[in-house]
């Protein structure tokens, strides 16, 4: 009998407010979240939060949530929340070790990418080691090297918002970490295999201390013919290792679970940062469940990309340029602030991407369903509208 997501809700007995919190266990929390929804005027201080009408497609989230077979798993699993996670979670590492091939010594679960990506910060810079990554791109290595005392070295992205991969390279000596996020957040573009792993070599040959990660978190959905995974690299090679995350195409951003791949060695370094549990019961159920639905990534692919070349079509059709992307999001010059198109779109219900410095003119848009997306174009055809602002 299948479990749809209403009635996971009933087996959870959640109704009325307690639906946010279910609705958060899926696809739809992340980056910034709390912010996010203070600056809506959704959350204030000491009150919760009620979803409403609003079509969410500021923070690259899944917008279809757990699939059933991740639903099924977790409702499985609730009569173990009383149990520490040490058994699920070595039998998800064991999982996603089978299902790239690897040993399990190759694999480091997380609290999402977000901890992995953190780990290897903590493990591979210091105040005397420096990060290089790009601007913009992930955040999260950058403010944890900040954290740390460590200095970054942030390299803007080039007229083609890829990642200017040559300078990367040239500012790698003497580095801790490289970051290297492919496909790149927030700018959608992507890089060939055969081009990351000519940095990636080139780094080492050229800084044999230094460490480089690939970040792939939107590797599901990436689906330029050139483009492949950097996993063989960090197989191969010691100090490379390549981040994953179930939070995006997967559905489970608010579940929190990641992993990285790479050298047992390159690992060790950073398991020594690690959360002493940092995966639990219900987190560990829907990603074996996830994992072993066959389909789910080619289902996703496809709707993704429907909505995707649909929300392109529509800023091209009205005269923006459109990054090309390989992800589950798009970056657009909308030739006029972004937060003040943010604002305006926020008041008839539809949440986007926050400004991305050093790129001041960008917008970056999720992908949502069709029909939200659908429904988002119409509110963005009023706000393109509007006088764009003197400041602007």
Not at 163 to 171: F, G, I, N, Y
Not at 203 to 232: K, Q
């Amino acid at each position: 009998m299948s479990t749809s997501r209403r009635s996971f809700l009933r087996t959870l007995g959640l109704s009325g407010a307690g639906f946010a919190s279910a609705s958060l266990i899926g696809a739809r929390g992340r980056e910034a979240f709390a912010a996010e929804l203070r600056g809506a005027g959704l959350l204030a201080d000491g009150m919760g939060w009620a979803p409403g009408r609003e079509i969410r497609i500021s923070s690259n989230e899944n917008p279809r949530g757990p699939s059933e077979a991740s639903l099924r798993a977790i409702r499985d699993a609730l009569s173990s929340g009383s149990r520490y996670p040490f058994g699920p979670a070595s039998a998800l590492r064991e999982a996603v070790a089978k299902s790239h091939g690897v040993k399990v010594e190759n694999v480091l679960l997380g609290c999402g990418s977000t901890e992995i990506l953190r780990m290897a910060v903590d493990a591979y810079c210091s105040p005397a080691r420096p990060l290089v990554t790009a601007a913009p791109t992930f955040e999260e290595a950058a403010s944890r090297a900040a954290t740390i005392g460590a200095p970054v070295r942030a390299i803007p992205v080039d007229a083609a918002l890829k990642l200017d991969l040559d300078k990367m390279r040239a500012a790698a000596p003497g580095s801790g970490l490289v970051f290297v996020n492919n496909p790149n957040n927030p700018t959608g573009t992507v890089h060939p295999a055969k081009v990351i792993e000519e940095l990636v070599r080139g780094v080492l040959r050229e800084s044999p201390d230094s460490y480089v990660m690939v970040d792939e978190a939107y590797h599901e959905y990436a689906d330029d013919a050139t483009y492949a995974t950097a996993i063989p690299l960090a197989l191969e090679l010691p100090h490379v290792v390549v981040a994953r995350t179930f939070s995006k195409a997967y559905g489970l951003a608010g579940l929190r679970v990641g992993y990285a791949i790479g050298r047992p060695d390159t690992l060790a370094l950073m398991a020594r940062h690690q959360l002493g549990i940092n995966v639990n019961v219900l987190g560990a159920a829907a990603a074996l469940g996830a994992l072993e639905d066959k389909d789910l990534v080619a289902r996703e692919q496809r709707l993704n990309r429907e909505a995707r070349a649909y929300t392109a079509k529509f800023f091209q059709d009205a005269g923006y340029t459109v990054a090309p992307s390989a992800a589950n999001f798009l970056m657009v010059d909308i030739r006029r602030d972004p937060k003040g198109f943010a604002d305006a779109a926020r008041k008839m219900d539809v949440l986007v991407g926050r400004p991305f410095p050093p790129l001041k003119t960008h917008l970056r848009v999720s992908v949502g369903t069709m029909d939200e997306m659908r429904a988002a174009t119409e509110v963005f055809k009023k706000v393109l509208a509007a006088p764009v602002a003197a400041d602007a």
